[in-house]
């Protein structure tokens, strides 16, 4: 193309200021896709992509569906996670809830509602015991852990009546 099509607007300069105006094209059209990237992360964001939210909500349940988790796949180191194990109980007295995997390893427990009667390790497994007065009704556990190393992280969850979840979960730094 000769300098008689080009608009006025996008021709070289060279005073006041010499410019290059393919390169300033060029620059304008990656500060467009600078601001639609940093839109994108925002609302990524805000949706629960890094933490809390829409995205990051997940629940699971067991083969039978007798034992259903609540909980986030995407946590942040040193911030609190919630966890909800909703299981039913059908004939027993005691409930007794196995965690394995990384829980161990890479969580602080911070709470556990209602406390459990009796809790031990063993094996790289912590065992909660806790007296159940109702049958044939849902029991709710509530625990908070705190996340104390970033990576993904494998847990799994089993009652005694061999029912099992297993669940993954990404900790951000």
């Given at each position: 193309?000769?300098n008689?099509?080009?608009?006025d607007?996008y021709r070289?300069?060279?005073y006041p200021?010499?410019e290059?105006?393919?390169f300033?094209?060029?620059?304008?059209?990656?500060?467009?896709v600078?601001?639609l990237l940093?839109?994108?992360f925002i609302?990524?964001?805000?949706?629960g992509?890094?933490?809390q939210g829409?995205?990051?909500?997940a629940s699971?349940?067991?083969a039978?569906?007798?034992?259903?988790l609540?909980?986030?796949?995407?946590?942040?180191n040193?911030t609190?996670t919630?966890f909800?194990?909703r299981?039913k109980?059908?004939?027993?007295n005691?409930l007794?809830?196995?965690?394995?995997g990384d829980?161990?390893?890479?969580y602080?427990?911070?709470f556990i509602?209602p406390?459990?009667d009796?809790?031990?390790?063993?094996?790289?497994?912590l065992?909660?015991?806790?007296?159940i007065s109702?049958k044939d009704?849902?029991?709710?556990i509530?625990m908070?852990?705190?996340?104390n190393?970033m990576?993904y992280f494998?847990?799994t969850i089993?009652?005694?009546?061999?029912?099992?979840?297993?669940?993954?979960?990404?900790?951000?730094?």
């Amino acid at each position: 193309m000769d300098n008689k099509q080009i608009p006025d607007d996008y021709r070289n300069r060279h005073y006041p200021v010499k410019e290059n105006m393919r390169f300033q094209l060029f620059a304008w059209k990656m500060q467009k896709v600078g601001f639609l990237l940093l839109f994108l992360f925002i609302a990524a964001a805000c949706l629960g992509l890094f933490s809390q939210g829409v995205l990051s909500n997940a629940s699971t349940q067991s083969a039978s569906g007798n034992m259903r988790l609540e909980y986030d796949r995407f946590a942040r180191n040193s911030t609190d996670t919630n966890f909800i194990i909703r299981v039913k109980i059908n004939k027993e007295n005691q409930l007794t809830t196995v965690f394995r995997g990384d829980l161990l390893d890479n969580y602080d427990i911070e709470f556990i509602q209602p406390l459990p009667d009796t809790s031990f390790i063993s094996d790289k497994a912590l065992t909660l015991t806790q007296p159940i007065s109702k049958k044939d009704t849902w029991y709710s556990i509530y625990m908070t852990l705190k996340p104390n190393k970033m990576g993904y992280f494998t847990n799994t969850i089993t009652l005694s009546d061999n029912e099992k979840i297993t669940f993954n979960q990404l900790v951000y730094p």
